[in-house]
């Protein structure tokens, strides 16, 4: 099959795997509620149908693409499937755990092939044959204990024979047979829906019942009838498993051309259904265009074609959407940064021609031009912003799935509740935060909450609590997260910092409650006792904070022993483009994001007064730290601070700090794109930006100026923390 | 990113495998590699073909207070921000000023561009295995780890092939 594909163009090809990636999340969020479900009670056979037909529709797309490993997988996978939901098989939390990890392997394969460019790339992968082991490793036992669980269930409830006409029995598909035969055997009570839809709006109306029918019971099957005489309705008699009783399905359908009648065992339930001759029929059924009956010949044949015709139409895309690839938005975010620069030209244009010629018509006509010229883009601006921008939910499903699969490996149970997830955030973001977040709620669940026993005896529930939280806080995401364990001993800490060599005796006594916390950041520190598979090897919480803060972002923690710990992750909405001050610091030009700027001042040397080696200026009664821009970068410029200096106030969070520039261009608004690890020693730039004739500008990285001018970084190791790990 | 770790470790491999075979002259001559040879100062220096992904004249530098030395700065290359390495601090050639002929070669390493300015570019080069000589214990220290092999087509004909992988190990990591 590979081979009639292998022409497949790479855009075909990202297609594939973007659409596999999508059936892949959505694989995973419903085994996550059939996981939740399962601990409740039973699992929504729906779900589990959705996954079996997920799965068959990544089979037949990894077929047609030749991605052979993905294909094996999902064919095997999809047979396991079928005999859960046919109730050959239990469903247990172990099997649960493979489907788990079959989805954790698809996506691997997927990756392996989307960095390849190449189908067969992830061909040798030997994890696949091995999972398919697993799949039929138990498979013959459970199959021959179900069958004994169905003659004795017989005997106990109603047999589909007792309720339904052979009529009826003989058009259902085995999945329906066997779902019908469950209900039975739990004694749901079974009922008629009979009602009438108009031909020409079947399909939503269909699809507006089963809406509503859904929470009050299980729909077996629709049949079609014959009764009603109007040409252009058609009668549906739905066959329902009731949960509850008569009133709520009432209330359900209240509105609705719909009687309701219920099921009871027939008066010639003990002859044998088949040779039944005079039963009176509860249904009649009529035979439209496909017969039905032929079907039922083969109800195995019947429901495989159904399944490929559903696959045939779920190819084709649904929804008004497309996919893009975010490298695309970012060349447009370039062409928009290149317009930006054009309207600043035109605009300076303008106002020349003004000065030269005073107020001719051709000035204000360029004037008015040019502010048109300024809005629109500003429009467009915030046109691909909101492209980038996406809901943190599916980020947030994955941790999900991860929390499940740790919390078993350690044997914790963990209520993890997730909230915010409809905010949205630049797509990039999106892609860097989710490691650092993984690994700080891996932390939370390994080192943060405690064992059962400890927990019990601190008069803690046993299960513990992972919130992860977000929300927008103006130009910014706040994301926490928070657990209810055992919080970060500090005295501990020190101790492991001072042993790693990451600050020495004396500096670990003079700390702040808030210094010692972010002890916590630096590299080789770690509280936990034990190194577990899963964290505890002390690299990363330093890494974590250096990949947020290459976000722009910053990381704080707070921590009460005995009580639990909260993460707080605060970040720009969008790194794609931002307003930014353009400054002259020692004869270059850089820039400084414009939100981090309360104000600009002018400020006179003789207003600076030394405070223990620091300079300072005084602004309205506050004590204000000075950075001289051209010391910090090493090309100090001699002279005192001259007419044209400016200072800039910039703060973050409670941090103030003014940073001393040489003059101020103007303001621009600049695509931000990002240095290389290469220059991973630069840590006081967020990335540089294009200007114009290919020439860079370095965007300055505030908070690590603040940070580093202030800061524990720079006094305690050197200032060399982010040159950490990168493995 | 995983694609090009394996790419620089199976060309390390190669080259070991050739620098190994120079001892073995019945396996010689099997293969070839292909080289992007440079002057630094008066002496050629060759990397890996496979590597460059560009060569391209120098446009407008934009200097990084605060990185190391030998990082001469970051170039906006068909509009990415490419980090540009001083080659020669790196390999301990003299420093002159930067000749018209400079380069920059574009190399990926681990998925991330990085820019390697040379004095000049020569030419591509084909060094088959009993030209391929391990490296001869001549440079001391760290930059002896930088050097791959050394390739002697010929009696006056030396050109020293760097081990990027060790460079970007040493430097970055």
């Not at chain 1, 370095?698 to 720079?714: K, M, N, S, W, Y």
């Amino acid at each position: 099959m590979g081979d009639g594909n292998k022409g497949a163009g790479p855009k075909a090809l990202q297609e594939f795997l973007s659409e596999a990636q999508d059936i892949t999340e959505n694989l995973g969020n419903n085994l996550m509620t059939i996981d939740a479900a399962l601990k409740e009670g039973e699992p929504d056979p729906d779900q589990v149908n959705e996954v079996f037909r997920g799965m068959h529709t990544l089979k037949s797309l990894s077929g047609m693409f030749g991605v052979k490993p993905l294909s094996r997988l999902a064919h095997s996978e999809e047979s396991l499937l079928e005999e859960i939901r046919l109730g050959r098989r239990p469903l247990d939390v172990g099997l649960l755990d493979i489907l788990f990890e079959s989805v954790e392997l698809i996506t691997k394969i997927l990756g392996i092939v989307g960095e390849s460019s190449d189908v067969s790339a992830a061909d040798g992968l030997s994890r696949v044959d091995e999972l398919i082991e697993r799949f039929g490793g138990t498979k013959e036992e459970p199959q021959q204990d179900l069958g004994g669980s169905f003659a004795s269930s017989a005997q106990r409830a109603h047999a589909p024979e007792e309720l339904l006409p052979p009529e009826v029995l003989e058009v259902l598909t085995e999945y329906e047979e066997h779902r019908l035969r469950t209900n039975l055997e739990r004694g749901t009570q079974l009922c008629y829906v009979h009602t009438r839809f108009d031909l020409s709006s079947i399909d939503v109306d269909l699809e507006s019942i089963k809406h509503k029918l859904k929470p009050v019971g299980e729909i077996i099957t629709y049949l079609p009838s014959t009764e009603g005489d109007e040409p252009d309705k058609l009668a549906i008699n739905v066959i329902l498993a009731l949960f509850g009783d008569k009133r709520s399905l009432e209330e359900a359908l209240e509105g609705l051309d719909a009687q309701i009648e219920r099921i009871e065992p027939r008066a010639d339930s003990s002859v044998p259904p088949r040779v039944s001759g005079d039963s009176v029929p509860a249904v009649e059924v009529m035979s439209l265009e496909p017969e039905p009956q032929e079907g039922a010949e083969d109800s195995r044949e019947e429901l495989a074609q159904r399944e490929s015709s559903e696959a045939l139409v779920s190819l084709r895309s649904v929804s008004q959407t497309v996919r893009v690839d975010i490298r695309k938005l970012d060349r447009l975010m370039n062409v928009v940064g290149e317009l930006a620069i054009v309207r600043s030209a035109i605009g300076r244009i303008s106002e020349e021609l003004r000065a030269l010629s005073g107020r001719s018509d051709l000035s204000i006509e360029l004037h008015r031009i040019n502010s048109g010229f300024d809005r629109r883009l500003a429009e467009l601006r915030e046109g691909i912003l909101e492209v980038r921008m996406v809901p943190l939910g599916q980020m947030f499903d994955r941790l999900a799935r991860m929390v499940r699969k740790v919390s078993r490996e350690l044997s914790k149970d963990i209520h993890f509740v997730m909230s915010g997830t409809d905010t949205e955030v630049d797509k990039l973001i999106i892609e860097e935060l989710s490691d650092p977040l993984m690994h700080i709620i891996r932390n939370a669940i390994d080192h943060g909450v405690e064992g059962a026993e400890v927990r019990r005896s601190a008069g803690k529930p046993e299960r513990g609590t992972v919130a992860l939280t977000a929300y927008q806080k103006g130009n910014h995401v706040v994301i926490e997260v928070e657990d209810d364990g055992g919080g970060i001993d500090l005295e501990r800490l020190v101790e492991v910092a001072i042993a790693r060599g990451a600050i020495t005796e004396e500096q670990g006594e003079g700390l702040s409650q808030r210094e010692l916390m972010n002890l916590i950041f630096l590299p080789g520190v770690s509280t936990a006792r034990t190194t577990t598979e899963i964290s505890g090897r002390g690299v990363g919480m330093d890494v974590v904070k250096n990949n947020i803060a290459s976000l722009g972002g910053v990381i704080e923690v707070q921590s009460e022993v005995g009580i639990g710990s909260k993460m707080t992750i605060t970040l720009p909405v969008t790194l794609a483009i931002i307003p930014a001050l353009l400054v002259v610091v020692a004869g270059n030009t850089y820039a400084v994001p414009l939100n981090t700027i309360a104000e600009a001042l002018f400020v006179s040397e003789h207003l600076v007064r030394t405070i223990m080696a620091t300079e300072t200026v005084v602004l309205r009664g506050q004590t204000l730290p000075l950075v001289r821009l051209d010391e910090f970068f090493g090309v100090p410029r001699p002279g005192k601070i001259g007419d044209d200096s400016r200072v800039l106030v910039a703060s973050l969070g409670q941090k103030r700090i003014g940073l001393v520039v040489d003059a101020l261009i103007g303001q621009q608004d600049v695509v931000i794109k990002p240095l290389g690890r290469s220059l991973s020693s630069a840590d006081c730039f967020s990335g540089a930006t294009d200007i114009g004739k290919e020439q860079l500008v370095l965007v300055l990285d505030t908070a690590a100026v603040i940070e580093d001018g202030r800061g524990l970084a720079e006094t305690k190791v050197d200032g060399r923390t982010s040159a950490g790990e990168w493995a | 990113m995983t694609a090009a770790i394996e790419r620089r470790a199976e060309l390390a491999d190669v080259l070991t495998r050739f620098a190994d075979r120079s001892d073995d002259p019945q396996r010689a001559g099997v293969d070839e590699i292909g080289a992007i040879c440079f002057t630094l100062g008066d002496e050629e220096f060759g990397v890996d073909l496979n590597l460059v992904r560009q060569i391209v004249k120098p446009p407008p530098l934009t200097w990084v207070p605060r990185a190391e030395p030998d990082i001469l700065g970051v170039v906006s290359i068909r509009g990415s921000v490419v980090t540009l390495l001083d080659l020669r601090q790196v390999m301990g050639v003299e420093p002159t000023n930067w000749p018209r002929m400079a380069r920059i070669l574009i190399v990926e390493l681990e998925g991330e561009p990085l820019g390697l300015l040379v004095d000049s570019v020569t030419h591509v080069r084909s060094f088959t295995a009993e030209m391929l000589e391990r490296e001869p214990g001549l440079l001391g220290g760290s930059r002896g780890d930088f050097v791959a092999c050394v390739a002697r087509p010929g009696p006056d004909d030396v050109v020293t092939i760097i081990d990027l992988d060790a460079v970007i190990e040493q430097r970055f990591r």
